[in-house]
């Protein structure tokens, strides 16, 4: 079997018994066996029985990991944190159970950032996650497992969350297909949060009719999380017949074009997607968003405010592990967050308090909110005049292991482009565009406006199966 294999491929075979589900288990399960020792995407293989998928259901026996901060009854749900390494999910999440009810089958734990904070997969109690394109490369964070997985052929799916730009990141950089849902189309009920304002499930596919088909799985309501929207979501995959829009508009982010700190690599394979674009019959335009230069500090503030509160109850008292020689309470919870918690986790808590502090929280923490309407607006008035935006998914190409250990800022300015749009609640979407000198893939974004999903997945699958960017396949990873 090509370990490659998209969800609709295998679906096919697995409806019309040229393959059982036992036979896709078992291949996939030794895929893991075989190569995950290189990567370290996956932190554990559940024990899952050969027999227990069947083929009923949209994605019936087709096996998939979760990122180790979705809740999987049973199981260990870590968030890749010291902290929580002994905490076993009493439940499962929601987008767990659907894909349960849909007929998937879970095989494990996929690595990421400790508590999903990071852009490149090496701040995992774990150890850092490798790309499949280059071992000596980052795959991209916070979902650096997912991405892996899925580019290695390990698996054909997997699931991330994002809060800006942590499901886009890794599919850019390990060539793959990653969504930002509306906030509130998924259900966060069951995730391990960071930021409550902009936390989304997002799945990670090879393809864009893939990744339709499990929104279509993940998205409707859920009487379980008060912010998920009561709005029946569509099949996604619907109108997917290869074609644009008729009279479709594009509008280039102007900064994607002009702004300093753009590989160039990256610049040029983004302006080549422009002309096939234009090609394929869209008009397009030049948008500028002035305000989108605030989006990485504007999200420097809240996602650091909103982890801070989040992170307040992993104390020893509730949850996870517990410092025992502390003589009295204070000692305790000092200490199990001292030893528990990670170098990334600890900056960004220290920061988060910093901005929420009596003396700050005006000047910060509430213009921060301020300057957020401000951005929404710029968007909405934006797609006034076109039907969606596009950019590069991020300004760089993947870097080395270890190569912002020394300047995390740097890495943050990474995400330019994929901030702004978490912050406000919409969505995006990003795919594969092209590669660098060195085979390292290059991804570019489509952003809509609120519940534009199915525009963002019709465009892309035409842009994509007018290319082959999405075909190529890491090469240590064939057999």
Request: aromatic share 10%; proline share 5%.
């Amino acid at each position: 079997m090509n370990p490659f294999i998209t969800i609709k491929e295998l679906k096919e075979k697995l409806e019309r018994k040229k393959l059982s589900t036992k036979e896709v288990l078992t291949f996939f399960f030794n895929r893991i066996k075989k190569h995950n020792t290189k990567l370290n995407a996956i932190v554990e293989t559940f024990d899952t029985p050969i027999e227990s998928g069947t083929n009923q259901g949209i994605l019936g026996g087709i096996p998939f990991l979760l990122k180790d901060n979705i809740c999987q009854k049973g199981h260990i749900t870590s968030a890749a944190s010291k902290i929580l390494a002994t905490y076993k999910a009493p439940y499962d999440a929601t987008v767990t159970s659907r894909l349960k009810e849909a007929g998937g089958v879970s095989l494990g734990r996929a690595n990421c950032d400790e508590f999903a904070m990071g852009s490149s997969g090496e701040f995992s109690a774990y150890g850092p996650t490798k790309n499949p394109w280059n071992t000596d490369y980052v795959p991209g964070g916070s979902c650096s497992g997912s991405g892996a997985a899925v580019a290695a052929g390990l698996v054909p799916f997997t699931l991330g969350t994002e809060t800006g730009g942590s499901v886009r990141n890794p599919a850019s950089f390990c060539n793959l297909v990653g969504m930002y849902p509306t906030y509130g189309r998924v259900s966060r009920y069951g995730i391990v949060a960071l930021t409550s304002s902009t936390d989304q499930v997002g799945p990670i596919t090879r393809t864009v009719y893939d990744n339709a088909l499990v929104l279509s799985v993940l998205a409707g309501a859920d009487p379980h999380d008060t912010t998920s929207l009561q709005s029946q979501a569509p099949d996604y995959t619907k109108e997917l017949d290869g074609t644009l829009p008729a009279n479709l508009k594009i509008g280039v982010i102007k900064d994607s074009l002009e702004a300093d700190g753009i590989n160039e690599e990256v610049r040029t394979a983004f302006q080549a997607t422009i002309a096939h674009l234009k090609k394929l019959g869209a008009t397009i335009s030049i948008i500028d968003l002035p305000n989108l230069k605030y989006g990485i500090p504007l999200y420097f503030i809240i996602n650091r405010a909103e982890a801070a509160s989040n992170l307040y109850r992993y104390d020893g008292s509730l949850y996870g592990v517990r410092n025992t020689s502390a003589k009295n309470l204070f000692d305790m919870y000092l200490a199990t967050r001292h030893d528990n918690f990670g170098t990334e986790v600890k900056r960004r808590i220290l920061l988060g308090n910093y901005v929420l502090s009596s003396g700050h929280k005006d000047a910060y923490y509430h213009k921060a909110q301020q300057i957020r309407a401000m951005i929404r607006a710029e968007f909405e008035n934006a797609f006034k005049d076109v039907n969606l935006l596009m950019s590069p998914t991020l300004s760089i190409l993947p870097f080395k292991l270890g190569e912002f250990a020394n300047d995390p800022v740097a890495m943050y300015w990474a995400d330019y482009f994929t901030v702004s749009n978490c912050i406000i609640g919409t969505p995006a979407l990003s795919l594969p565009c092209g590669f660098s000198k060195n085979n390292l893939p290059i991804g570019f974004q489509f952003l809509g406006p609120r519940l534009s999903e199915q525009l963002i997945y019709k465009v892309a699958h035409a842009f994509q199966v007018s290319t082959d960017y999405h075909t190529k396949t890491p090469a240590g990873f064939q057999e």
